[in-house]
């Protein structure tokens, strides 16, 4: 109403660059066999999957144990909490949908009752836009202590897989990791040729795009463990 308006604004924008020949591209296929070990590394990975949480008694917090605790988050000082949460000990894990690198050196040796704190400041590439950036003090009171008790592999186990025994379970699982390891040939494959365009190719990225780009794996990811499992 009192005259024109002038304002700025930002766009992120997708860089310029020029593809380099993609005549001649060496690619190597590597060569992939399945093992005894590999089957029973499978099968032992099965029987943890289908294992139990087992409260510890009078025990400390180990590698890969689980821990129910009440979390208090400050984010710049806005205080947040969640209580009775499971946090895994293990060297990247999420406290309160916060990610804390190290956290298992956060929570090896506690046990029930303690008090354990920790500052982390979340990556500007984090998929939720909120935390992006942000410092957060986390205080973790430790509630329980669980440990993972394997599965027996039984005929109760075989049945449940859809199979008559464990020789049949170990025919199936070799030829899942077969196919599973024909795929990580290709995959492989690719990434080769991946690696050599972006040795051959020079640009910078806005934050923001990659921020998007890191919500897309997420979420491929998050496909590909259902579809496992």
Not at 94 to 111: N, R, S
Not at 136 to 152: C, G
Request: with cysteine; charged share 35%; hydrophobic share 40%.
């Amino acid at each position: 109403a009192d005259g024109p308006l002038k304002f700025e604004f930002e766009v992120e924008v997708r860089p310029e660059f020029e593809l380099p020949s993609l005549d001649g591209i060496p690619v190597n296929k590597p060569k992939l066999v399945v093992t005894d070990g590999h089957v029973e590394r499978e099968i032992e990975m099965l029987c943890k999957y289908a294992g139990t949480w087992t409260p510890k008694e009078d025990g400390k917090v180990e590698l890969d144990d689980q821990v129910v605790a009440d979390v208090m988050m400050n984010i710049e000082g806005q205080e947040q909490k969640v209580d009775n949460t499971e946090l895994y000990a293990k060297p990247n894990g999420f406290v309160a949908d916060v990610p804390v690198e190290k956290l298992d050196e956060v929570l090896i040796g506690a046990k029930t009752g303690e008090v354990k704190t920790v500052e982390v400041e979340v990556p500007k590439t984090f998929f939720r836009e909120e935390l992006r950036g942000k410092k957060v003090d986390i205080k973790i009171t430790i509630k329980d202590i669980k440990w993972l008790r394997p599965a027996e592999l039984n005929q109760d186990l075989v049945a449940k897989c859809g199979v008559a025994s464990v020789e049949e379970l170990r025919k199936a699982i070799r030829e899942k990791l077969q196919g599973r390891l024909e795929g990580q040939a290709k995959n492989e494959m690719a990434e080769q040729i991946y690696k050599y365009l972006l040795d051959s190719i020079s640009f910078e990225l806005p934050v923001g795009v990659i921020a998007d780009q890191a919500v897309t794996m997420l979420r491929r990811q998050y496909i590909n463990l259902m579809m496992q499992g």
